[in-house]
């Protein structure tokens, strides 16, 4: 099969497309032939040896896919070859061929295509657990998200309508974003070429500030979140894709009352399994209720991975771009 393989710690130029052996299913796992697989920001930390995970090499990266069942391994039960289902990778997913332990397939609903199903799973659980398990939403609450355009923030404002927030607060980087993000359900978008998001939040509140601040990029941006934070408001530090990291002051997150929450899903796997799919049944139930979908934005064949990685990276894109075979 071809699988897209990081031979050392490399930029995505560095990435080849290569022959290697169809991997077998082990006991609890499944194999799917991948339809569409999901680039996520990890994976271009992953192969530069800069997630906090480093996997030996060589590896390929993909961390979601969307396919068919093609073989199961032993003790799996409930799962058929020829299903349609999506699934989360520990990584391997950019290739014809990826393995999956049964526990992390989902059945994809006959109304979602395949590229939405490979973009759904990662953001998705993310968003939820980050608004409902961590930030501890409340109905009628201000909710801002950061790189709201993207797919980790698209998600993050449909969950956030979908459970009922107040006003709805998003940050993007151009005008064309904005008009996607209010599509998604914000009451304001806030372009930071041209404004302050500190003060459309102040003003939008009349002082009062954001209960909930959903963080993707970190940086700069993290640091003045702690301006437009309510009282006893929630800030969600979900990923650094500024590059940056932000240091919060101890005695501000004091005086102001306020908190920041972590949020690394994937650590429910280990620390909280049962959450997880009490997560998938709300989840499938807003979908099949049209309250949220997937946006992908991009899709790129599979052998443009480079490419596509580029895209992200450069903060132009929009949703999540997915690649294919």
């Known amino acids: 099969m071809q699988a897209i393989v990081a031979k050392q710690w490399c930029d995505p130029r560095g990435l080849v497309l290569e022959e290697v052996p169809v991997p077998e299913p082990g006991e609890g796992q499944v194999r799917i032939k991948v339809h569409s697989a999901a680039l996520n920001f990890p994976d271009i930390l992953l192969i530069a040896g800069k997630y906090q995970v480093k996997p030996p090499l060589p590896f390929s990266p993909g961390l979601e896919v969307a396919g068919t069942i093609d073989a199961v391994g032993k003790g799996v039960a409930g799962w058929k070859q020829g299903q349609r289902v999506l ?8 290739a014809e061929f990826a393995i999956a332990p049964a526990t992390e397939v989902q059945p994809i609903p006959d109304a979602m295509s395949d590229d939405e199903a490979a973009a759904f799973a990662l953001v998705y659980q993310t968003s939820y657990f980050g608004l409902v398990e961590r930030g501890q939403i409340q109905k009628g609450e201000t909710v801002l998200v950061h790189s709201a ?3 980790v923030g698209l998600s993050a404002v449909q969950i956030a309508r979908a459970l009922g927030a107040g006003k709805i607060i998003g940050t993007v980087g151009s005008n064309p974003k904005a008009e996607l993000v209010r599509a998604n359900g914000a009451d304001v978008v806030v372009n930071y070429q041209t404004e302050d998001f500190v003060e459309v939040v102040k003003r939008e509140t009349n002082g009062r500030g954001a209960d909930i601040i ?3 990029v970190g ?3 993290g640091q003045r979140s702690t301006k437009c934070v309510a009282f006893e408001g929630r800030i969600l530090i979900v990923g650094f894709t500024s590059g940056a990291f932000t240091n919060f002051v101890s005695n501000h997150i004091l005086i102001k009352n306020y908190s920041v929450v972590g949020v690394h899903w994937g650590l429910y796997r280990q620390h909280g399994p049962a959450k997880i799919p009490r997560a998938w ?3 499938w139930d807003l979908y099949r209720a049209g309250r949220i979908k997937p946006v ?3 899709r790129y064949p599979m052998q443009q991975v480079a490419e596509a990685m580029e895209k992200l990276n450069s903060r132009s894109a929009v949703g999540k771009i997915v690649l294919h075979w």
């Open 87 to 94: 699934a989360l990778l520990g990584m391997g997913g950019f």
């Open 149 to 151: 355009a993207g797919g």
């Open 214 to 216: 959903y963080d993707p």
């Open 219 to 221: 940086g700069d941006v």
């Open 281 to 283: 049944q709300a989840l």
């Open 296 to 298: 992908v934005g991009a």
